[in-house]
């Protein structure tokens, strides 16, 4: 069974950075595709940035160029250097695995964390 925690959310001014972090666990030999997700109160989970085995990344226009996300394949870590904050990046920050090969086969499905809180404060 493949894990996910999240950490490193917490409160910022705007402008700010903050850093989320999440480790996946279990029987993984490797994951083709890791990404955060966002849900802000109100509204619909919205995919914030997803990154590939092979690197290639995919970011939502509305943090494109103030977000970078990463991962280490070898420690099954990906990361979201999230910088210049604003109010609306207001949201639990979920990080995400789709595609896992294990000991015990290749698991399609994603998989999910339970979140971490981020707050940009005005």
């Known amino acids: 069974q493949v894990q996910l925690v999240e950490s490193g959310g917490g409160l910022v001014q705007a402008g700010g950075s903050l850093r989320v972090s999440c480790a996946a666990s279990g029987s993984i030999s490797s994951i083709n595709t890791m990404g955060w997700y966002r849900q802000a109160p109100g509204k619909q989970r919205e995919l914030v940035a997803v990154i590939t085995s092979g690197g290639s990344t995919n970011y939502a226009d509305s943090v494109k160029g103030r977000f970078t996300i990463s991962r280490d394949n070898a420690k099954n870590t990906v990361s979201l250097q999230m910088n210049s904050l604003k109010p609306e990046d207001t949201a639990v920050y979920y990080c995400?695995?789709?595609?896992?090969?294990?000991?015990?086969?290749?698991?399609?499905?994603?998989?999910w964390g339970r979140g971490t809180q981020v707050t940009v404060s005005s």
């Open positions: 995400t695995a789709l595609g896992v090969y294990s000991s015990s086969g290749y698991y399609p499905a994603d998989y």
